[in-house]
């Protein structure tokens, strides 16, 4: 059974809801949303021309809901599933009753069976909902996706050798030499803080020397602590690790712990190895004075703090104190790491000063170009996208007050909700989607969940594939449309707060950003998704589509106006 659906299986799921079960449109309707509905219909005449009809709102929800199109506790799909097994004939309803009936319900009339099936708890690949669709005729997938007992990951592994991986290239073997120099000095002066820019390798260069350096203190029991923002960022430098190790010859395994999500490790696993953790879990654990974090900071070799300009926060501070408290003040060596010089706001050099650490960049060739601008040297070698940025002008004014700001100086969610919710505005944004070529999959960031889930479903009664994936979507779901994306199977995945980091799709070709920021960070971070270039796996070019607005009285600039050095192909405007 594929995960994703099949033109197949979407096609029979529309012909038993249309007219096997017959189901009435305003149940449909009511999957969406009343104002939803309104909207979709609106933009769907505006760009088709014609109403949109029941067999084709049918079709939408299907590929718009996927494998959960009759899951879940809300009304109107409650609904929708009474409505089905009323058309059950009665003994195929008693018998799907008596093979799943309500616990502490003794029922014996099929008149009370419906609503009592209807309302049954609905858990993903689960008995009841196979049986459920399998009764119905539905195709398998629309029981759910049951996440596979193998994929719930253990709090501790053993990663055996090995494995190739493809070598380092130049400016990278550099780097990674350049780091082990700083790691041969004693106390603080082997902190570093290393910058390369996002889809340059930076996880791998400093996976690949720490593991070499730390090999040896491995077998001391002391441990490598790797510190991230977010728990993808964690498993991406999991199976970094993992990688690397294997490639190596070492004769013995190397232990890797999770300490995030909760993931719990008792004293007993403890023998040395990486740890990678989440800062925030390392803080709720100092403050609960875990016993498992004082062994591994009283035995830490080294330290790695991804996403380094998250570094001056007081969560940091307080585990730099704590190791201090407990290791003396000749701390074991701290590398920071940072796509930064994308930018040259002077965070860089600041962060450096901070930590009183040794600044590590890629060695460039003395041209004039790439003193000017170093990232085009990583352009011009082929290691990264060329962007061409596109600003889309809506021509709408919006004030912006200090009540529309939040304590990052950012625009707040009150005010992304206006945004979203401007009807005019939506209708720009469909038609300049619609003039991305098919076969050129799209990464959308959009103002809230509400805007993608609503884009997302446009889209897909325009005719075009599209999934939208928030902090809120199941894991298993958001692996499969996230899998469908890199697959091509998608035309458009949207999202809200979610696809910053941790995320690779090396042939991203266009991203198109709706939510205006003013962070530099997480503009940065988001236009890093589609920078891979050729050589590492990505495109030769990525589009770039800004949605920009008269902001007036907002007292920081835009992130995008921020990095006029760094776009490398000519700007386009699309005035309306």
């Given at each position: 059974?594929?995960?994703?659906?099949?033109?197949?299986e979407?096609?029979?799921?529309?012909?038993?809801?249309?007219?096997?079960?017959e189901?009435?449109?305003?149940?449909i309707?009511?999957?969406?949303?009343?104002?939803?509905?309104?909207?979709?219909?609106?933009?769907?005449?505006?760009?088709?021309?014609?109403?949109?009809?029941?067999?084709?709102?049918?079709?939408?929800?299907?590929?718009?809901?996927?494998?959960?199109?009759?899951?879940?506790?809300?009304?109107?799909?409650?609904?929708?599933r009474?409505?089905?097994?009323?058309?059950?004939?009665?003994?195929?309803?008693?018998?799907?009753?008596?093979?799943?009936?309500r616990?502490?319900?003794?029922?014996?009339?099929?008149?009370?069976?419906?609503?009592a099936?209807?309302?049954?708890?609905?858990?993903?690949?689960?008995?009841?909902?196979?049986?459920?669709?399998?009764?119905?005729?539905?195709?398998l997938?629309?029981?759910?996706?049951?996440?596979?007992?193998?994929?719930?990951?253990?709090?501790?592994?053993?990663?055996?050798?090995r494995?190739?991986?493809?070598?380092?290239?130049?400016?990278?073997a550099?780097?990674?030499?350049?780091?082990?120099?700083?790691?041969?000095?004693?106390?603080?002066?082997?902190?570093?803080?290393?910058t390369?820019?996002?889809?340059?390798?930076?996880?791998?260069v400093?996976?690949?020397?720490?593991?070499?350096?730390?090999?040896?203190?491995?077998?001391?029991?002391?441990?490598?602590i790797?510190?991230?923002?977010?728990?993808?960022?964690?498993?991406?430098?999991?199976?970094?690790?993992?990688?690397?190790?294997?490639?190596?010859e070492?004769?013995?395994?190397l232990?890797?712990?999770?300490?995030?999500?909760?993931?719990?490790?008792?004293?007993?696993?403890?023998?040395?190895?990486?740890?990678?953790?989440?800062?925030?879990q390392?803080?709720?654990?100092?403050?609960?004075?875990?016993?498992?974090?004082?062994?591994?900071?009283?035995?830490?070799?080294a330290?790695?703090?991804?996403?380094?300009?998250?570094?001056?926060?007081?969560?940091?501070?307080?585990?730099i104190?704590?190791?201090?408290?407990?290791?003396g003040?000749?701390l074991?060596?701290?590398?920071g790491?940072?796509?930064?010089?994308?930018?040259?706001?002077?965070?860089?050099?600041?962060?450096?000063?901070e930590?009183?650490?040794h600044?590590?960049k890629?060695?460039?060739?003395?041209?004039?170009?790439?003193?000017?601008?170093?990232?085009?040297?990583?352009?011009?070698?082929?290691?990264?996208?060329?962007?061409?940025?596109?600003?889309?002008?809506?021509?709408?004014?919006?004030?912006?007050?200090e009540?529309?700001i939040?304590?990052?100086?950012?625009?707040?969610?009150?005010?992304?909700?206006?945004?979203?919710?401007?009807e005019?505005?939506?209708?720009?944004?469909?038609?300049?989607?619609?003039?991305?070529?098919?076969?050129?999959?799209?990464?959308?960031?959009?103002?809230?969940?509400?805007?993608?889930?609503?884009?997302?479903?446009v889209?897909?009664?325009l005719?075009?594939?599209?999934?939208?994936?928030?902090?809120?979507?199941?894991?298993?779901?958001?692996?499969i449309?996230?899998?469908?994306f890199?697959?091509?199977?998608?035309?458009?995945?949207?999202?809200?707060?979610?696809?910053?980091t941790?995320?690779?799709?090396p042939?991203?070709?266009?991203?198109?950003?709706?939510?205006?920021?003013?962070?530099?960070?997480?503009?940065?971070?988001i236009?890093?998704?589609?920078?891979?270039?050729?050589?590492?796996?990505?495109?030769?070019?990525?589009a770039?589509?800004?949605?920009?607005?008269?902001?007036?009285?907002?007292?920081?600039?835009?992130?995008?106006?921020?990095?006029?050095?760094?776009?490398g192909?000519?700007?386009?405007?699309?005035?309306?």
């Amino acid at each position: 059974m594929s995960a994703f659906l099949s033109n197949q299986e979407i096609n029979r799921a529309v012909d038993l809801l249309m007219n096997t079960y017959e189901v009435p449109g305003r149940l449909i309707q009511g999957l969406l949303g009343k104002e939803n509905m309104k909207e979709i219909s609106r933009h769907y005449r505006t760009f088709q021309g014609v109403n949109l009809t029941t067999k084709e709102l049918a079709r939408m929800v299907v590929i718009e809901k996927g494998a959960e199109l009759l899951k879940g506790s809300h009304q109107a799909v409650r609904q929708l599933r009474e409505h089905l097994l009323r058309q059950l004939p009665d003994e195929q309803l008693v018998a799907l009753y008596e093979r799943n009936p309500r616990s502490g319900k003794k029922i014996t009339s099929p008149s009370y069976m419906y609503k009592a099936l209807a309302e049954k708890r609905w858990s993903d690949g689960r008995v009841w909902p196979r049986d459920f669709v399998v009764t119905l005729g539905f195709p398998l997938v629309f029981s759910g996706v049951k996440v596979p007992q193998a994929t719930k990951q253990s709090a501790v592994m053993d990663v055996e050798a090995r494995k190739p991986v493809p070598p380092l290239v130049d400016f990278q073997a550099q780097l990674k030499d350049d780091m082990l120099d700083v790691l041969e000095l004693n106390g603080d002066r082997t902190r570093c803080i290393v910058t390369l820019p996002t889809g340059g390798g930076k996880t791998r260069v400093a996976v690949e020397s720490f593991i070499e350096w730390m090999h040896v203190h491995f077998s001391e029991q002391k441990y490598m602590i790797w510190i991230a923002q977010s728990a993808e960022l964690c498993e991406q430098a999991i199976s970094c690790i993992a990688d690397m190790w294997q490639e190596k010859e070492y004769p013995e395994s190397l232990r890797i712990y999770r300490y995030f999500n909760g993931h719990d490790i008792g004293i007993e696993d403890l023998t040395g190895g990486a740890v990678v953790a989440s800062i925030q879990q390392i803080v709720s654990r100092l403050k609960g004075e875990d016993p498992v974090l004082t062994e591994i900071l009283q035995n830490c070799g080294a330290m790695i703090i991804d996403e380094a300009h998250h570094a001056a926060a007081p969560s940091y501070k307080l585990l730099i104190n704590k190791a201090r408290e407990l290791c003396g003040e000749d701390l074991f060596p701290v590398c920071g790491l940072t796509a930064t010089p994308g930018r040259s706001f002077g965070e860089t050099d600041q962060l450096v000063g901070e930590f009183e650490a040794h600044l590590i960049k890629p060695k460039l060739p003395n041209y004039a170009e790439y003193e000017v601008n170093p990232i085009s040297f990583f352009r011009d070698e082929g290691y990264l996208a060329t962007p061409v940025h596109i600003i889309h002008e809506s021509g709408k004014d919006y004030e912006v007050d200090e009540d529309k700001i939040d304590e990052n100086h950012d625009l707040n969610k009150e005010f992304l909700k206006v945004l979203a919710a401007d009807e005019e505005r939506n209708e720009m944004i469909i038609e300049r989607l619609l003039d991305i070529p098919k076969g050129k999959p799209a990464l959308v960031y959009a103002c809230t969940v509400e805007h993608a889930e609503f884009l997302s479903s446009v889209m897909n009664a325009l005719g075009r594939k599209a999934a939208s994936i928030s902090s809120q979507t199941s894991k298993g779901l958001r692996r499969i449309y996230i899998d469908a994306f890199k697959n091509g199977e998608l035309d458009y995945l949207f999202n809200y707060g979610v696809l910053t980091t941790g995320f690779d799709a090396p042939n991203t070709e266009y991203i198109v950003i709706t939510r205006p920021t003013t962070s530099d960070i997480l503009y940065e971070q988001i236009i890093g998704r589609g920078l891979r270039g050729p050589k590492f796996g990505g495109t030769e070019q990525c589009a770039i589509i800004d949605f920009a607005d008269n902001l007036m009285r907002l007292g920081k600039p835009l992130a995008y106006t921020r990095f006029e050095q760094f776009w490398g192909a000519e700007k386009v405007e699309n005035l309306r």
